[in-house]
């Protein structure tokens, strides 16, 4: 492909990032919980039944729905996409529903607990979907492992400074609401509009700019007499069960998906819980949450394209484990903080470490893989993802109800993180990359 076609792809490829970043910001992190716990649900939470429960546990709870859906699906649409080279429009349809998700959220008022949880849920799994197709894309515009990391972390970068814009435009409006004639529920409901309306806008540019290597093909749906849809999806559940057992072969690879899906839970649930502990456990207001999040968002840009550095020096591998070191201690710091200023400085460590963990563990894999199932074997990266975001954010509400404050569990985090660790060291690079080529070069079995 000529060097105007990879900077076009390399820049559409980016260019989803910052635009789906401001539904994960704004939505799913920023506003959304926030809104949930004080104008949905409200401080005194709902009983069901015989039972109370707080908004902290009802969002915990969606949260691991919205995983186990995209866990259930992610391997055989991945296999899909990947023999139809349909990769670009599984993830064009992804974002759009989602925005579309996130732009009906508006409609959610006080009382309206079920419908802005099903709102979210929908969102939620097509934002995650998405995200299976477009980090397929990446060992297909960016082979070798450096140029993966750089690409990588240059993705997440592009992710911060949009979602970030987007999210201080939604901030403005929250802080300046009075001023501007209107309630601060209803700024923060116009606010999620901006961002599906931002995820939706700029997908059009990924669309523009963003091309696809042929697929490989699936079995005739005629020979069997099935229709089309039938036999391309049995064709790509067939392609997820080789797969599977294609990954249970490589011993490396299989020990990073099981590391990964430790740390990533931990990673996963402090994402998801951070705004709506700040809100119910610390009760901050709504606009140093905001706040901080925003600060996130903008070290998180440079903590991307540090340990993309740092990858270079030490290793992928090796930058990863640094960053879960102080993931550790961030974990441990969130069970004594009691203050604004406290939340705020954990969260500058935070944006440190977000960006490294996730954009040198997304290229690693990418590095270990064959290029040409891509989506096949990123939809298994998903599974273990969404895998352990299932069980965090679950284990989460329940240690919340049981013991009344999320204190305690915010410090199940830890555990994630060690055991990961410990997984991560013990899992050798070259030799991944090497069950990788040959797996290549033996194409599908």
């Given at each position: 492909?000529?060097?105007?076609?990879?900077?076009?792809?390399?820049?559409?490829?980016?260019?989803?990032?910052?635009?789906?970043?401001?539904?994960?910001?704004?939505?799913?992190?920023?506003?959304?919980?926030?809104?949930?716990?004080?104008?949905?649900?409200?401080?005194?939470?709902?009983?069901?039944?015989?039972?109370?429960?707080?908004?902290?546990?009802?969002?915990?709870?969606?949260?691991?729905?919205?995983?186990?859906?995209?866990?259930?699906?992610?391997?055989?649409?991945?296999?899909?996409?990947?023999?139809?080279?349909?990769?670009?429009?599984?993830?064009?349809?992804?974002?759009?529903?989602?925005?579309?998700?996130?732009?009906?959220?508006?409609?959610?008022?006080?009382?309206?607990?079920?419908?802005?949880?099903?709102?979210?849920?929908?969102?939620?799994?097509?934002?995650?979907?998405?995200?299976?197709?477009?980090?397929?894309?990446?060992?297909?515009?960016?082979?070798?492992?450096?140029?993966?990391?750089?690409?990588?972390?240059?993705?997440?970068?592009?992710?911060?400074?949009?979602?970030?814009?987007?999210?201080?435009?939604?901030?403005?409006?929250?802080?300046?609401?009075?001023?501007?004639?209107?309630?601060?529920?209803?700024?923060?409901?116009?606010?999620?509009?901006?961002?599906?309306?931002?995820?939706?806008?700029?997908?059009?540019?990924?669309?523009?700019?963003?091309?696809?290597?042929?697929?490989?093909?699936?079995?005739?749906?005629?020979?069997?007499?099935?229709?089309?849809?039938?036999?391309?999806?049995?064709?790509?559940?067939?392609?997820?069960?080789?797969?599977?057992?294609?990954?249970?072969?490589?011993?490396?690879?299989?020990?990073?998906?099981?590391?990964?899906?430790?740390?990533?839970?931990?990673?996963?649930?402090?994402?998801?819980?951070?705004?709506?502990?700040?809100?119910?456990?610390?009760?901050?207001?709504?606009?140093?949450?905001?706040?901080?999040?925003?600060?996130?968002?903008?070290?998180?840009?440079?903590?991307?394209?540090?340990?993309?550095?740092?990858?270079?020096?030490?290793?992928?591998?090796?930058?990863?484990?640094?960053?879960?070191?102080?993931?550790?201690?961030?974990?441990?710091?969130?069970?004594?903080?009691?203050?604004?200023?406290?939340?705020?400085?954990?969260?500058?460590?935070?944006?440190?470490?977000?960006?490294?963990?996730?954009?040198?563990?997304?290229?690693?894999?990418?590095?270990?893989?064959?290029?040409?199932?891509?989506?096949?074997?990123?939809?298994?990266?998903?599974?273990?993802?969404?895998?352990?975001?299932?069980?965090?954010?679950?284990?989460?509400?329940?240690?919340?109800?049981?013991?009344?404050?999320?204190?305690?569990?915010?410090?199940?985090?830890?555990a994630f993180f060690l055991v990961g660790l410990v997984l991560l060291?013990?899992?050798?690079?070259?030799?991944?990359?090497?069950?990788?080529?040959?797996?290549?070069?033996?194409?599908?079995?």
């Amino acid at each position: 492909m000529p060097e105007t076609g990879n900077r076009k792809n390399n820049f559409g490829w980016c260019m989803y990032d910052w635009a789906n970043s401001a539904y994960t910001t704004t939505v799913a992190v920023g506003l959304l919980p926030a809104y949930f716990a004080q104008a949905v649900v409200g401080s005194e939470g709902v009983r069901l039944g015989d039972t109370l429960y707080r908004a902290t546990t009802l969002w915990g709870f969606t949260a691991g729905l919205a995983a186990f859906l995209a866990f259930l699906l992610s391997p055989t649409l991945g296999a899909v996409a990947d023999m139809t080279a349909s990769k670009k429009r599984f993830l064009l349809a992804c974002a759009f529903t989602g925005s579309l998700f996130s732009v009906l959220l508006y409609f959610c008022q006080s009382g309206d607990i079920f419908r802005t949880l099903f709102f979210f849920l929908v969102a939620q799994v097509a934002y995650v979907g998405g995200n299976v197709f477009y980090d397929a894309f990446l060992p297909q515009i960016a082979p070798g492992r450096n140029a993966m990391d750089r690409l990588s972390g240059k993705g997440y970068a592009y992710g911060y400074v949009g979602g970030g814009l987007q999210f201080a435009l939604a901030l403005g409006l929250v802080a300046g609401h009075r001023r501007l004639g209107m309630t601060q529920g209803l700024a923060a409901r116009l606010g999620m509009v901006m961002a599906g309306l931002w995820w939706a806008g700029f997908t059009l540019v990924t669309a523009r700019h963003l091309s696809e290597a042929p697929g490989r093909g699936v079995p005739s749906p005629r020979k069997s007499g099935r229709p089309q849809w039938l036999g391309t999806l049995a064709a790509g559940f067939s392609r997820t069960l080789q797969t599977t057992r294609q990954v249970r072969r490589y011993r490396h690879l299989a020990t990073f998906l099981l590391a990964y899906m430790f740390y990533n839970d931990g990673i996963q649930t402090a994402i998801n819980m951070a705004t709506i502990y700040g809100k119910d456990e610390l009760g901050l207001s709504t606009t140093v949450l905001m706040a901080t999040l925003l600060t996130i968002q903008m070290v998180a840009t440079a903590g991307a394209l540090l340990f993309s550095r740092v990858a270079s020096w030490l290793g992928t591998r090796q930058a990863v484990m640094l960053t879960l070191v102080i993931w550790s201690g961030v974990a441990v710091a969130a069970y004594f903080i009691q203050s604004a200023r406290d939340f705020f400085a954990l969260g500058v460590v935070v944006g440190l470490v977000l960006g490294g963990s996730q954009a040198l563990s997304r290229s690693l894999y990418g590095s270990m893989i064959p290029p040409r199932a891509s989506a096949e074997f990123y939809g298994f990266y998903t599974l273990f993802s969404k895998f352990s975001s299932i069980w965090g954010s679950w284990v989460f509400a329940a240690v919340t109800l049981m013991a009344g404050s999320a204190r305690t569990a915010i410090l199940s985090l830890v555990a994630f993180f060690l055991v990961g660790l410990v997984l991560l060291a013990l899992v050798d690079e070259e030799k991944a990359r090497q069950a990788g080529r040959e797996a290549e070069v033996a194409g599908p079995q």
